[in-house]
């Protein structure tokens, strides 16, 4: 790429199929100086595989304020410097931020190249009509702080996006689907763009169940997309979760009584809540 410009070059590649990346993408990462790169081994892979000679700096988590300076460096040499995460783009649950904030601050373009990412893939296959969505990410991996970050995320009026490992998988929807309203829906996205890729929409009151059937649907990395909450009814999602808790197990009339006695709402709107809930509507 005979024009590039000294400046970094945020590039995002791919998340499995290493077919997924755009020529805009190759032609800067054969014109660097450097690829800066979450793993050497990995991005050398990926350059191998498509003739590039750059070479490569670590530059992960552990790392990223030194090899921040270095690059600051590079480029004050008048160097091309392209930055990739071993999947998607820099920056999104992978280092790269402060990389890029250092080189802003010392007066260097940042040149960004879109490209995959699992978070808009996975929405893009989910098939909710939510107008927004939160890209959360990945959750508290302590089980109190897990819960209680997903407690607050309750009430936000938008479809939720998280990442999650395979060794957590099974804790994180079993909490997002005692936690939250349970009329929501859930697509569990494994293995995007993989062999084994395999995207599923149900309600998230079965995803603990259908991740239980099958040890293979526990295994690879996840994406989670739970759909947006049901229409405020006016009461609080404590009482909601009251009153569907007790629901499960108790006839409506009582089961709104009983709500309204632990939560002190009223028991006129618990008992028209309650009669949505068992009729299926949200």
Not at 77 to 96: C, F, I, M, N, Q
Not at 115 to 120: E, L, T
Not at 175 to 181: G, V
Request: glycine residues 8%.
């Amino acid at each position: 790429m005979p024009d590039m410009e000294n400046a970094l070059y945020v590039v995002a590649t791919p998340i499995g199929n290493l077919g997924d990346i755009t020529l805009r993408a190759l032609d800067t990462l054969r014109g660097a100086d450097l690829v800066a790169c979450e793993d050497t081994r990995h991005a050398r892979r990926l350059l191998d595989h498509h003739g590039i000679g750059a070479p490569t700096l670590a530059l992960h988590q552990h790392n990223e304020n030194e090899a921040a300076a270095r690059l600051v460096r590079l480029l004050g040499e008048g160097k091309r410097v392209a930055l990739v995460s071993d999947a998607g783009t820099p920056g999104v649950s992978d280092p790269g931020a402060r990389a890029v904030a250092a080189v802003r601050a010392a007066g260097f373009r940042v040149v960004p190249l879109p490209g995959p990412n699992a978070a808009i893939a996975a929405m893009s296959a989910a098939g909710f009509g939510d107008p927004r969505f939160l890209f959360v990410g990945f959750l508290p991996a302590r089980d109190g702080a897990r819960r209680t970050a997903i407690g607050e995320l309750a009430d936000v009026a938008a479809a939720l996006v998280f990442y999650e490992a395979p060794h957590r998988v099974t804790e994180t929807v079993a909490d997002l689907a005692a936690l939250l309203q349970p009329q929501r829906e859930i697509v569990i996205a494994r293995e995007l763009t993989k062999m084994f890729e395999q995207i599923e929409r149900m309600p998230l009151t079965a995803a603990p169940a259908w991740l239980a059937a099958d040890a293979n649907r526990q295994r690879g990395e996840f994406v989670l997309v739970v759909s947006g909450p049901p229409p405020r009814s006016g009461l609080d999602a404590e009482a909601e979760r009251v009153l569907a808790a007790l629901l499960a197990e108790l006839p409506v009339k009582q089961a709104a009584r009983l709500a309204a006695e632990i939560t002190g709402q009223p028991k006129n709107a618990l008992y028209a809540r309650a009669l949505e809930l068992k009729a299926g509507a949200v």
